[in-house]
């Protein structure tokens, strides 16, 4: 059934403005009148689209340039809304004309029988079609992918689809015509923004997406990893050693004081203690002492009462022993404890029993205590830096970690991990490494043991070809802070004391040469090196004291 034509009238009009034919509505004298009055049609030739009012029926009236002079067409309003939008706004003519012919926003009409009628200038342009080449024409043949024909022929909008066109993605919505409850046809929308704005856009989209993919991996890494001794890597005399004592002293109820230095795998240590106990099943509970403020370290390890201070929760809170509740609490850095604190430390172990800050009553606790330190307790004690009743109840039982230059011969091992672990976070090939890179890795000193070889595989993962890692790709070091040459300082020491003396050296030496090349920047030096921020700092204190 073909559409009613809404055109109930027209008029011609002579380059003087007088009217030279007229048909319909076009011939009423109304019209007539206001086609007289300048003031009326200077205004329409302004606004181009107006509504007129005649025997309480709405119509639209448009003004267009023609061959003669002007015409006047004259024609029933669809209905309120776009009576309400010529009516409201003078421009009304430029608006659709913009709508139209937007060339970020692509237009393509068609019939109820799926035949184009209209494509805007830039959907042309995009397809190498001329002006109206495409109408009259099946829209699926013109246009590659389209489903506006399934649209027409179901009634049922699609917003926000993906469609291909000439090897590009764009997102389109494809909405039915309706009018009265019958379909007359389908309009269909395409943006199409700027190749630098799609690019910008394109490449924000795979940015997001490569870091939830990264977050996502991380996420299955951690729930995969069960920090049992599988996770202490290593095949040398001390990693057997090592592991060796972790299983025998697991399963006893008994504080663990783990000795090491920084960056050693101190943490892995705790872990493996508390996957090999009877209580693996509960929480284990990671204090750092060293990143404690001081102002907040009993609210954080014995808990608060409601009230209890300005700023405290209106709940309350639990501190890190009642967490710590049937599993294992783990103080890593506790040399760094205020001797304050540490005296109600030692009521707790002594007791069980903790009170909260601003509370009057005590609560029992169940706890495993291991502890982790890169200090000398007992150069501490001796000079009353740290308790010595405390040192004796937190070190029953001592688990040495080896530095990584006591296990060199576990780089290889240490370096494959790395590189699968890093790999496997951020989706690329496995690299492989050349026998001069790792002849060279053997050969340093490692101030910051694992976690600066860590850190020197993960960078020159990132500046290699990501292939095969070689010795370019590595960072320089100078050569007092090779392996050979801290083992000749070595030898050349009398006595454990002076060895530790000579390697203390060399390790500051090393911390101001690298604060140095980063500008002061003592974050990112810490991280070059594989050590702690807290650490760095009280390395640098003690260089600051040994100067005055």
């Not at 709508?99 to 019939?111: G, K, Q, S, Y």
């Not at 917003?159 to 046809?185: F, T």
């Not at 997406?209 to 729930?223: A, D, H, M, V």
């Not at 030496?509 to 002061?520: F, N, P, S, T, Y």
Request: glycine share 8%; aromatic share 6%.
């Amino acid at each position: 059934m073909p559409t009613t034509t809404q055109i109930v009238g027209a008029a011609l009009l002579g380059q003087g403005g007088q009217v030279t034919l007229a048909t319909g509505l076009g011939s009423d004298a109304r019209i007539r009148a206001l086609l007289a009055d300048r003031a009326w049609l200077n205004e329409l030739r302004e606004h181009r689209l107006t509504t007129l009012n005649l025997d309480r029926k709405a119509y639209a009236v448009l003004l267009a340039p023609a061959a003669e002079g002007e015409l006047l067409i004259i024609s029933h309003a669809p209905g309120d809304p776009l009576l309400h939008f010529i009516g409201s706004v003078d421009f009304a003519w430029d608006i659709i004309q913009y709508l139209l012919t937007d060339p970020h926003d692509a237009v393509t009409i068609v019939d109820r029988e799926a035949r184009l009628v209209y494509i805007s200038p830039i959907h042309e342009a995009f397809f190498g079609l001329k002006l109206g080449e495409g109408n009259g024409r099946r829209v699926e043949q013109v246009i590659e992918n389209t489903r506006l024909h399934e649209v027409v022929a179901t009634g049922r909008a699609e917003v926000g689809a993906i469609q291909r066109m000439r090897g590009a993605e764009r997102v389109v919505s494809r909405v039915p015509i309706k009018r009265d409850g019958r379909l007359l046809g389908a309009i269909g929308r395409v943006m199409f923004k700027g190749p630098e704005q799609l690019e910008a856009l394109s490449r924000r989209i795979k940015k997001l997406e490569g870091e939830l993919e990264f977050y996502k991996r991380e996420t299955e890494t951690l729930r995969a990893r069960d920090y049992g001794l599988e996770t202490i890597i290593g095949e040398s005399p001390a990693v057997q050693r090592l592991r060796a004592y972790i299983a025998k002293v697991a399963a006893v109820e008994i504080p663990v004081l783990i000795r090491g230095e920084s960056g050693t795998g101190k943490e892995l240590v705790a872990h493996a203690l508390h996957q090999l106990s009877p209580r693996r099943d509960r929480s284990m509970i990671n204090v750092n002492a060293a990143a404690l403020p001081p102002n907040l370290v009993e609210s954080e390890l014995f808990g608060y009462e409601p009230g209890a201070f300005t700023g405290a929760d209106k709940k309350g809170r639990k501190g890190k022993f009642e967490q710590a509740e049937g599993g294992t609490i783990f103080l890593d850095e506790i040399g760094d404890m205020p001797l304050d604190v540490q005296a109600k430390l030692l009521r707790v172990l002594q007791d069980r029993i903790v009170e909260r800050i601003g509370g009057d009553r005590a609560r029992t606790v169940d706890f495993r205590l291991v502890s982790a330190t890169n200090k000398d307790l007992q150069s501490m004690v001796e000079e009353g830096e740290f308790r010595l009743d405390l040192f004796y109840r937190i070190s029953p039982i001592v688990i040495e970690v080896p530095p990584l230059r006591e296990r060199v011969d576990d780089i290889p091992l240490l370096v494959a991990k790395f590189l699968q672990d890093f790999a496997y976070r951020h989706a690329r090939p496995v690299p492989s490494v050349s026998a001069e890179a790792l002849a060279e890795l053997s050969e340093r000193s490692w101030p910051g043991n694992i976690r600066q070889l860590q850190h020197e595989i993960e960078r020159a993962v990132v500046f290699s070809n990501g292939l095969m890692i070689g010795i370019e790709d590595l960072s320089q070091v100078p050569r007092r802070f090779r392996f050979q040459e801290l083992s000749r300082t070595a030898d050349e020491s009398h006595s454990p004391r002076k060895l530790r003396h000579v390697i203390s050296e060399i390790q500051n030496e090393q911390i101001r040469e690298e604060i140095a090349a980063c500008g002061g920047n003592k974050k990112r030096a810490a991280t070059n090196l594989g050590i702690s921020r807290s650490f760095l700092y009280k390395r640098l204190a003690e260089i600051e004291e040994k100067k005055a």
